[in-house]
């Protein structure tokens, strides 16, 4: 079976730096993507691993270690818009295509 | 651009209409996905497209029917619905299928369902 697991909630404050874990267990492995996802709205694209180590993007960090099959993104200096929905995807399948999603970790940066 | 477009943003629909989704990009994608989101749960995948043939069915209901017209258009056609069958529906698109490159997937604004 699929597996992946996210922390629920975390609350941090504007200035902040939080790290949101994610574990998975799939049958097949083809990157790990992070999306934020606002309350309503569509998931937008923050970073994509495919390869051990960490990817930088601004304010936002993304690490992956496919031996452990974990992975955590790096938010710095947070911002009172940071406050979303995160979810940890696993693209697996044959063909390389389907996205599994965790269940997501509901941010909420307070002042 | 990294921009899918949906149509309509809202829909309101009893169990005996037949209403249609409406998805389309123009990013040159091969690959197009159907998703569902109920409220505070992860999107699910229902159906994929790759060069405009269903490649992934994840065991959806008959009364969702995709369509794939050309490259850049992907429609979901929905008959007797169920009141369950409530939540946001997602598309996205992606370059290429084939696992090779980083092939990441772009969603649209999603369209709220509403059956009653």
């Known amino acids: 079976g699929q597996n992946i697991d996210q922390p629920t909630e975390m609350t941090a404050t504007e200035g902040a730096i939080v790290q949101i874990n994610c574990t998975y267990q799939?049958?097949?492995?083809?990157?790990l993507f992070w999306y934020q996802q606002h309350a309503g709205e569509a998931p937008t694209f923050l970073s994509y691993?495919?390869?051990?180590g960490l990817e930088e993007k601004g304010r936002f960090s993304s690490f992956l270690s496919r031996s452990k099959g974990y992975s955590y993104l790096l938010l710095k200096e947070l911002q009172m818009k940071d406050s979303a929905s995160y979810l940890c995807a696993v693209k697996v399948g044959q063909a390389g295509t389907a996205l599994i999603f965790g269940k997501g970790t509901t941010l909420s940066v307070s002042s | 651009d990294t921009e899918v477009t949906q149509t309509p943003k809202h829909l309101v629909m009893g169990m005996t209409n037949k209403k249609s989704l409406k998805c389309e990009q123009h990013?040159?994608?091969?690959?197009m996905y159907w998703y569902k989101q109920k409220a505070k749960k992860p999107p699910e995948l229902m159906f994929v497209y790759s060069y405009e043939k269903l490649s992934i069915n994840e065991s959806v209901p008959s009364r969702f029917s995709p369509e794939c017209p050309n490259s850049s258009l992907l429609n979901l056609h929905l008959h007797a619905l169920q009141p369950e069958d409530s939540a946001l529906y997602l598309c996205a698109s992606s370059q290429d299928n084939t696992g090779r490159v980083e092939d990441t997937q772009y969603f649209g604004p999603g369209t709220r369902l509403t059956v009653l």
């Open positions: 990013m040159g994608h091969r690959a």
């Open positions: 691993n495919v390869l051990d």
């Open positions: 799939t049958s097949g492995f083809n990157g």
